[in-house]
Structures are given as structure tokens and as C-alpha cells.
């Protein structure tokens, strides 16, 4: 069987987006959490971005998924706020992180994106309270289910569609 | 084709379940009798998240079983069904390695999967087997849905569980086995969602409702 990472990503590697780096630089507690919300600012801004290269079906799909984004990316923010930190704000812009020729590159930037938050809200399951790594926790299930969607709808096979552990990839 | 099997998996937390017992006990006194005399009393070390990690056991003890007992769900969705068994099958090695590192005094002994019925089958709707399965014993495309219908079921109620317990361990290290345990429930709910669909109902959203909570 053929990885889901191999299919999608091949030999890309994985970039750190700046709005990573910049909130790599505040205090661990909270860290995982502030690079989620960078993440989720930038997934916002892809699926527009990508948008025109997608068909009409994985568009369908692809809209759902960024109507969850956007409201993760509230509930991130208004969390980070509650635990009294500044959440980090959208960059005025993002490069699309696989250049976006076809609907395969569209998809495969889109579950980049889905992995990348994987391992950001993976890493934020280790912030108190527990009621933020509850958050951390739902979040990241929830972008297991969109690389799962995403592959299926692209892929036309369930094979290969989910991990055991899903912020590791396969 | 997925067959079904019946693996043995072994052990259970016996030993564990025993000294989170041990752990509960050791804190309570009847009142009237002797106090025991903390110099010589056993010091059963009990992690903190032991419970938490037996509990996240069993849960894919009977996973495991569920698909065993599933069998086949037919054309279409074989390939789910057999990737996410295998994925239980990695669960279950991952939470008893992290279980032997949090507390190694412990060893696991032998013992058969659950048994019965799996118990991580929620009761669906009334099963039209008796009437849908021809004489051969194939299934039909009703036990499918249904099948599939039930496996779906068990692995969001797995995965929601594993959310929850998220909050309540302790340990760093079982936080994030516990979240990426459910994380992976949660997709395979999504994939049995999306192929039935495909294969059976269509014209339903191209996100399961309510997935991952």
C-alpha cells in the first residue's frame, strides 16, 4: 500500500511558516497552542488560494473544511485570550506552501496544511489546563478527519486514508 | 476481501487494575482498626494515570474485537476495516509499552480478548440478518450497511472517550497517546462514514456531522 504521505507530499519537504517560527518564540506552556492559531490563520488563507485549481467536488469539500477552520481559529483565539495571552494575529499574507499548478498540488498544500496542524495541536495536548488540551485534542482529531476527507475525495480510495497516529503521518 | 479474525490478544492489565486497587485502597482506613505503620506498609507506586491507561486498553481490546466479530463489511469498505484493525493492533502495543514504562514493576499476564459480544458495539437499530442473509451466509448488502453503521459508531464513541480522558491524565507522555489514539478513531469514523456513503447511501455531506466532537 502506498502512504498517504508519499502519495500527497512525494519528496516535499515540510516548511516552518513564519508564523510558526514567530510564536515558537513564546513561552513553552502555551506554545503548541499559539502555533496552532498561526496555522490556523494560514489554513484560512489557503483554501481560497487554492480554490481555483480544485474540481468541483473537492471544492465542495474543501469549503466545509475551511468553514471548520475558521471557527477552530476562533476558538483558539478566544481560548488563548481566556488563559490571558495576546493570541498571534494573521500575517497580511502567506505563500502557499506547494506551488499550485493542478488540483493534485491544490489538494496536496491542503493536507499540508492538515498535517502541519496535526502536529501543532499533537504538541499542544501537553498544555494545562485541561480544558485547553481538551481543545487541543478535539482540534487535532478534527484535522485527522480532513486529511482523511481530503485524501478520499482526491485519492477515490480509502486505502491508505487514516494513521494510527496521525500527527505522525504514516 | 477482509476475513474476519479471531486474534487472542494478549494480555490484560491485570496486575495494573489490581494495584490501582491497591493504590485506592492504601489511602483508606476502616477507622477502628490498626493504623499501619507507614516504615513497613507496602508502597504500591501507582502512576497517577494508571486508570486512564487500563481504561484506553480496553477500549481497544474491544475495538479489536468489534471488527473481529464484524467479519466482513463488504466490497468497499474492506479496505478501512482492515487498516483501521491493524491501527488498533498498534494502539493496543503502544498503550501497553507506555503502561510498562510508567510503571515497571508491572508485567502483563496472558489472557483472551473480551468475551462475548463485543462490548464496543453500541445496540443499533433491530438486525435484519435473519431475513437478509441467504442460505450461503454471505453477506448482504443490509448487513453491510449495517455493520458498518455499528463499526462507525464504536470508534467515535472510542474516539470521544479518548478526548475526554485527554483532560484528566496527568502524564505528557499518555496525553498525547491518548489524543492521537482518538485522533485516529476519529478518522477511521470518517472513512467508514465516507465509504458508506459511497458505496451505499450518497448524497449525504462530504464531512461526517459532528465528527471529532
Known amino acids: 500500500m502506498i502512504s498517504r504521505r508519499t502519495v500527497l507530499l512525494g519528496p516535499i519537504a515540510f516548511g516552518v511558516a513564519p508564523a510558526v517560527a514567530r510564536a515558537a518564540a513564546q513561552p513553552t506552556q502555551l506554545r503548541g497552542l499559539e502555533a496552532a492559531l498561526a496555522l490556523e490563520h494560514e489554513a484560512v488563507h489557503a483554501v481560497p488560494s487554492v480554490g481555483a485549481r480544485l474540481d468541483d467536488a473537492t471544492k465542495e469539500l474543501a469549503r466545509e473544511i475551511d468553514a471548520h477552520h475558521r471557527v477552530q481559529r476562533d476558538r483558539v483565539s478566544d481560548a488563548l485570550r ?5 493570541p498571534p494575529a494573521a500575517l497580511p499574507s502567506y505563500a502557499v506552501r506547494v506551488p499550485v499548478v493542478d488540483r493534485d498540488t491544490a489538494v496536496s498544500a491542503l493536507v499540508l496544511l492538515e498535517e502541519s496542524l496535526m502536529r501543532a495541536y499533537a504538541e499542544a495536548v501537553e498544555t494545562e489546563p485541561a480544558s485547553l488540551r481538551r481543545l487541543a ?8 478527519t480532513h486529511a482523511t476527507s481530503l485524501h478520499i475525495a482526491w485519492r477515490r480510495t480509502l486505502a491508505g486514508s487514516t494513521d494510527a497516529f496521525p500527527s505522525r503521518g504514516h | 476481501m477482509w476475513h474476519s ?4 490478544t494478549t494480555a490484560v492489565p491485570a496486575l495494573l487494575l489490581a494495584a490501582v486497587g491497591v493504590g485506592v485502597l492504601a489511602g483508606c482506613t476502616d477507622g477502628d482498626g490498626p493504623t499501619p505503620d ?5 508502597s504500591p507506586q501507582v502512576h497517577p494515570d494508571a486508570g486512564a491507561i487500563a481504561t484506553a486498553r480496553e477500549r481497544e481490546l474491544a475495538l479489536l474485537s468489534a471488527y473481529d466479530d464484524a467479519g466482513t463489511t463488504g466490497p468497499g469498505l474492506a479496505d478501512v476495516a482492515d487498516e483501521a484493525r491493524a491501527h488498533h493492533e498498534l494502539h493496543l502495543r503502544a498503550i501497553e509499552a507506555v503502561a510498562a514504562r510508567l510503571t515497571p514493576a508491572l508485567t502483563f499476564s496472558p489472557a483472551a480478548a473480551p468475551s462475548g459480544p463485543s462490548s464496543a458495539l453500541p445496540s443499533g437499530p433491530p438486525s435484519t440478518t435473519a431475513t437478509a442473509t441467504p442460505a450461503t451466509g454471505a453477506p448482504t448488502r443490509t448487513d453491510a450497511v449495517a455493520l458498518a453503521r455499528r463499526l462507525l459508531a464504536a470508534e467515535r464513541t472510542a474516539a470521544d472517550a479518548g478526548l475526554l480522558a485527554v483532560g484528566d491524565v496527568e502524564s505528557a507522555q499518555v ?3 491518548l ?7 476519529a478518522q477511521h469514523a470518517t472513512a467508514l462514514y465516507l465509504g458508506l456513503r459511497e458505496a451505499f447511501i450518497r448524497r449525504a455531506p462530504a464531512t461526517p456531522p459532528g465528527a471529532a466532537g
Open chain 2, 5 to 8: 479474525r479471531r486474534v487472542v
Open chain 2, 38 to 42: 507507614p516504615s513497613t506498609a507496602p
Open chain 2, 175 to 177: 496525553r498525547r497517546l
Open chain 1, 137 to 144: 485534542a478535539e482540534l487535532l482529531a478534527r484535522c485527522g
Open chain 1, 82 to 86: 481566556a488563559a490571558g495571552r495576546t
Open chain 2, 179 to 185: 489524543a492521537e489514539v482518538a485522533a485516529s478513531e
